[in-house]
């Protein structure tokens, strides 16, 4: 079995005025094709009845279904993968645990971030914040344009590839800038489930991606 790719638009779940599944459903008919489950401060049996409904709906649909955290939940109802914060779990025990097949991303703010998680073997990372979020509590120092382009640099140096995904307070107006750095893709939540049509949001947003990732992957290739 294949592992999936990564895509350029991560959709992370957070509180809002639609539940869990609702913001998924609309996401996904907006055209998203990765969701991650995020649920801070939920007990573990919400999380994974919410959970076993969500990865339902995204095999039924072909997205790519995440949990942040909670490494046990994605081995028990065969989830796609998982994404580890910084005082998560290490993403080599997470290997061990859900096998080669998995996607394991984590979390980087420092090049120094980045090459450790490197070293044990995850998929993609999310580099950020980007700018002050109030979806995180203990947050990391904010990167700006100027921080991506300092690490993406700097991995291009050492020959690392590995997509990074930029995460942090991102809206559509970021796009453009960010893409110039290099990056693959970016991560968002509030920007979407904030919105009265999450799914026409996401639509507008996958849109300016294709343009803006289809342009710097002619510059830099």
């Not at 409904?53 to 796609?80: P, Q, R």
């Not at 998560?88 to 996607?103: F, N, T, V």
């Not at 999310?126 to 700018?131: I, S, Y």
């Amino acid at each position: 079995m294949k592992k999936k790719t990564i895509s350029r638009l991560h959709f992370i779940t957070s509180p809002s005025h639609q539940s869990y599944m609702e913001q998924i459903h609309s996401v996904v008919l907006g055209g998203g094709n990765w969701v991650q489950l995020r649920m801070k401060d939920e007990a573990t049996e919400t999380i994974e009845k919410v959970a076993v409904e969500a990865m339902s709906y995204c095999l039924d649909n072909g997205v790519t279904f995440i949990m942040n955290d909670h490494v046990e939940i994605a081995a028990k109802i065969g989830a796609d993968g998982v994404h580890l914060g910084k005082n998560d779990m290490s993403p080599d025990k997470a290997r061990e645990i859900l096998g080669p097949q998995a996607i394991i991303g984590g979390t980087a703010n420092t090049y120094k971030d980045v090459k450790q998680l490197v070293a044990m073997g995850v998929d993609y990372i999310g580099l950020g914040p980007f700018r002050f979020t109030e979806t995180k509590k203990n947050l990391s120092p904010t990167l700006g344009t100027e921080g991506y382009q300092s690490i993406i640099d700097k991995c291009k140096a050492e020959g690392i590839t590995i997509p990074i995904i930029a995460i942090g307070g991102l809206k559509a107006d970021d796009l453009s800038e960010l893409f110039d750095t290099g990056i693959h893709g970016v991560a968002i939540s509030s920007y979407i489930t904030s919105n009265e049509q999450p799914g026409v949001v996401t639509l507008e947003l996958l849109q300016k991606i294709g343009k803006y990732s289809s342009a710097n992957w002619t510059k830099f290739h």
